[in-house]
């Protein structure tokens, strides 16, 4: 698409998912063969409805590659002590090989604490300390799955990262800091912004690759952007009933030279390395037939 003298490219999520899931698939049919079925069981508390939505793509993805795929629905008033017992259980199952607890949590649950209690070799979203400070230092470990997708999205598309300005906007556990160390991991000279920094659009304008995950409808606008710069949007937030990203497409569509859109673009990845994680989690395993 030609636009305002730069050829803008779309980022196509689901077709770089829909490739990915296509070797998985050939992993899991030969571990399969050798009398291994990878499991993943997730845990939802409560009935938050975007919530129930992923989990129930998450369960339908896992059978549609002939996973194992478990959910557990709790009730929102569930204790604490409730769920850790139940992740102590798929901890010790053997045909569990990913255990994932859905985000966000309620108010009287400490997240931190559940995090912890599953085991690191089935710890298939990367949060739990022990893999989030293997990745900080380089080791393999199971990389958390947005800021995988935008991994994979940014080479399936040939972007160079290597001596890039890479600003990334957002600071969560789950998103802004290990996209951060992976793209440094790339050779990028990375910069973290949030919501204390100063002169945001200064620093935003200067950058090659601009990620953004604050989780405010619209926020990055045209002139926070570089002229032709790839933009990875990778907010999902709901306004009027309709799914908006964290950067006004309209409104930078004639700047940027890439963008993820949403829906379509980091999304769908997402549950894609879910299950590439479990799929490297199942690997692991010695014996089978
Ligand atoms: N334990 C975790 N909780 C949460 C995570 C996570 O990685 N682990 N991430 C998000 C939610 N999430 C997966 O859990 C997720 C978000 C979005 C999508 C997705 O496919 N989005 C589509 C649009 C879907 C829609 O219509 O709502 C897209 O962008 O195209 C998948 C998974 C928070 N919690």
């Given at each position: 698409m030609k636009l305002g003298g730069v050829n803008l490219q779309i980022i196509n999520g689901r077709e770089v998912s829909n490739n990915i899931r296509e070797d998985l698939q050939i992993k899991i049919n030969e571990l399969k063969e050798k009398g291994i079925v990878p499991g993943l069981s997730v845990i939802i508390v409560g009935e938050n409805p975007a919530s129930q939505s992923y989990v129930r793509s998450k369960d339908k993805a896992c059978k549609k590659l002939g996973m194992k795929s478990e959910v557990h629905s709790l009730d929102k008033d569930v204790s604490e002590s409730e769920l850790l017992d139940l992740i102590e259980k798929l901890n010790n199952d053997?045909?569990?090989?990913g255990i994932l607890v859905q985000l966000?949590?309620?108010?009287?649950?400490d997240e931190k604490k559940v995090i912890e209690k599953i085991s690191i070799e089935k710890d298939v979203d990367g949060f739990h300390p022990i893999n989030a400070g293997k990745l900080l230092v380089g080791e393999d470990t199971f990389i958390p799955c947005t800021p995988h997708g935008i991994i994979k999205l940014i080479e399936s598309n040939d972007i160079d990262v290597e001596g890039k300005r890479v600003v990334v906007l957002g600071r969560s556990n789950i998103v802004g800091k290990p996209i951060s160390l992976l793209l440094l991991q790339k050779n990028a000279t990375v910069t973290i912004c949030h919501s204390r920094t100063k002169n945001l659009k200064e620093i935003t304008k200067e950058a090659d690759i601009l990620v953004a995950a604050?989780?405010?409808?619209?926020?990055?606008?045209?002139?926070?952007v570089k002229k032709g710069a790839t933009v990875i949007d990778v907010g999902i937030n709901r306004v009027d009933g309709k799914l908006a990203g964290d950067v006004d497409f309209e409104d930078v569509k004639e700047t940027v030279g890439h963008i993820t859109p949403v829906?379509?673009?980091v999304g769908p990845m997402t549950i894609t390395m879910l299950i590439y994680n479990t799929v490297k989690s199942a690997m692991k395993v010695k014996g089978g037939k």
């Open positions: 053997d045909t569990i090989h966000p949590l309620p108010a009287h649950i604050i989780g405010k409808a619209n926020f990055v606008k045209r002139d926070m829906p379509g673009g």
